[in-house]
């Protein structure tokens, strides 16, 4: 064999021992910057300088601005995440609640508003009308209400010769 040659046993087991540590805390440390880097834009208790400020320690020094950023501000991390984790749940369990409803009468109010927006676009109803429909609408008026001003609405297109 040549000098050239290199096999599997010229690496010693506990040098692949320790190139495996080095790249397992090489890892770690880009997803604690990367969370640092995260938290200081999440956070909005701090104005844009500090945040420049932080980030800029943190993009020129990586190592001794992560270390002091964790330092100073580690307390608030954990917390900021809780919050927005609690924010999420809630946001979540008041999407199943309104998706188990079946709809509000919000949400019928803006598929209401969006059909009268595609009428008045294709020239079926004039902008008078569309303000008065719209008036009802957003007035709370129920949907037995407002179909004498959707019968009305249903003719204008023969009016118009559409």
Same mark, same amino acid.
């Given at each position: 064999m040549s000098a050239q040659t290199y096999l599997a046993y010229d690496y010693p087991l506990l040098s692949a021992f320790w190139t495996m540590l080095w790249l397992f805390l090489w890892i770690m440390w880009l997803v604690l910057l990367f969370r640092v880097i995260v938290d200081i834009f999440r956070d909005d208790s701090m104005g844009g300088w500090a945040k420049a400020g932080w980030l800029a320690l943190c993009i020129v020094v990586p190592f001794l601005g992560v270390?002091?950023?964790v330092i100073a501000r580690g307390k608030g991390m954990g917390q900021r995440e809780i919050s927005q984790a609690r924010d999420q749940?809630?946001?979540f369990e008041s999407y199943i #609640?309104?998706?188990?409803?079946?709809?509000?009468a919000q949400s019928s109010s803006v598929d209401e508003l969006a059909?009268?927006?595609e009428m008045?676009? #294709?020239g079926d109803i004039s902008d008078e009308e569309f303000r008065k429909a719209k008036a009802l609408v957003l007035g709370g008026s129920g949907p037995a209400e407002r179909t004498g001003s959707a019968e009305r609405s249903g003719s204008v297109p023969t009016a118009h010769g559409r």
């Open positions: 270390l002091v950023y749940q809630k946001a #609640r309104q998706t188990a409803q079946g709809g509000s059909r009268l927006s008045k676009s #294709r």
